[in-house]
């Protein structure tokens, strides 16, 4: 699976962004599929993560109430749309693909085998 994220840029302090990743490969449906974050200077983060069919979201404390994650299946894509960004958002931001979760998506990074190249988001206060 390749994947190729999206959708970043400068934004001033409660903006919006939707950021996209794009798979290739015909597994891309069973897969749960995750955002991670990277700040500079810091370890990569999980953001987000979507189960295999989008019946299932889990999200970090952090953005609860103001991301969103979703997939559609047909096009090979996850979005995740990000509302009322904050400084603290600022990051390289990641997608992800967990070929080991079905149903249940993971919060850990380890559990993600295929990585996409990042796209970074900068939010200005």
């Known amino acids: 699976v390749q994947l190729q994220a999206s959708g970043g840029g400068v934004v001033q302090a409660g903006g919006s962004l939707r950021l996209s990743c794009a798979a290739s490969g015909r597994t891309f449906s069973s897969y749960a599929m995750g955002w991670f974050r990277q700040a500079p200077g810091k370890e990569r983060e999980f953001v987000a993560a979507?189960?295999?069919?989008?019946?299932?979201?889990s999200y970090a404390d952090s953005v609860k109430g103001r991301f969103t994650i979703s997939r559609d299946n047909a096009k090979n894509t996850v979005y995740l749309q990000m509302n009322s960004l904050k400084p603290e958002d600022t990051a390289v931001y990641y997608c992800?693909?967990?070929?080991?979760?079905?149903?249940?998506?993971?919060?850990?990074?380890?559990?993600?085998?295929?990585w996409g190249q990042g796209t970074l988001v900068t939010v200005s206060s």
């Open positions: 979507i189960n295999w069919n989008g019946g299932t979201t």
């Open positions: 992800a693909a967990d070929p080991g979760s079905h149903y249940l998506p993971a919060t850990s990074k380890a559990s993600y085998d295929y």
